[in-house]
């Protein structure tokens, strides 16, 4: 089974900020990795697929790179609403998220 | 538009099997690269990924829980179950139905609203 590490658990920043949010995978996964967005009591919400790809409606300043085994999501200025916590999914091997990471206000 | 909706017991006992519907609207199981899937997540803690059916009634499961879990489809109602066996306290949790995108988006870009199944006696 392929196991996703992120980290931070826990990031604090203010509005207007950078966020740098790190995805390391146990073996490679190739590009085969997403990112989820979930706000308290939602479903998750897909942000990006395939490492660098958006999903459909999700604003620019969203974006994800990365292979193999390391990949970063970076928010380039943070919106009120983008405090959440934030998952990596691997589909290389079977499916697994990562233990996730959250965003909040400084 | 894509929706997906979870239906099942909010409470079950120890020991006993739980049958979750997922019924959903806005695409079809049988057009070529969409699945279903379905995800838990405990509360506080993370998502956890359980079972997954194609359009071509491929089935996969985390192996973890595999002995324990069955997917089903049933294309002409548009509806996916998934049973869950020998259901223990720390099965607790919410369970999402998730819509797999096909070929180009082949990860879970919608969801359903979650269902908390909560396991005790």
């Known amino acids: 089974e392929i196991v996703l590490t992120q980290s931070p658990a826990t990031l604090s920043l203010s509005p207007g900020e950078r966020a740098t949010l790190s995805c390391r995978a146990s073996?490679?996964?190739?590009?085969?990795l997403a990112w989820y967005q979930q706000k308290p009591g939602q479903a998750p919400r897909l942000l990006i697929y395939?490492?660098?790809n958006r999903a459909t409606g999700i604003p620019a300043r969203f974006s994800g790179s990365g292979s193999g085994t390391d990949f970063t999501l970076t928010i380039s200025s943070l919106e009120p609403e983008d405090f959440a916590v934030y998952y990596c999914?691997?589909?290389?091997?079977?499916?697994?998220f990562g233990p996730g990471t959250k965003v909040d206000i400084k | 538009q894509i929706t997906l909706k979870e239906s099942g017991p909010t409470l079950v006992k120890p020991t006993q099997t739980l049958t979750l519907t997922c019924t959903f609207s806005?695409?079809?199981?049988?057009?070529?690269?969409?699945?279903v899937g379905w995800i838990r997540q405990p509360p506080g803690k993370a998502l956890e990924w359980l079972a997954l059916?194609?359009?071509?009634?491929?089935?996969r499961y985390s192996p973890s829980l595999k002995s324990r879990l069955t997917i089903t489809k049933d294309t002409s109602k548009n509806q996916v179950v998934l049973t869950m066996t020998n259901m223990d306290p720390v099965d607790t949790a919410t369970y999402y139905c998730?819509?797999?995108?096909?070929?180009?988006?082949?990860?879970?870009?919608?969801w359903g609203q979650g269902t908390l199944v909560t396991v005790s006696s």
């Open positions: 998730a819509h797999r995108g096909g070929w180009y988006v082949p990860f879970f870009d919608y």
């Open positions: 806005g695409f079809s199981l049988s057009t070529s690269g969409v699945g």
């Open positions: 059916i194609y359009w071509d009634d491929d089935k």
């Open positions: 073996q490679s996964v190739s590009s085969y």
């Open positions: 395939d490492a660098s």
């Open positions: 999914q691997q589909r290389s091997n079977w499916f697994t």
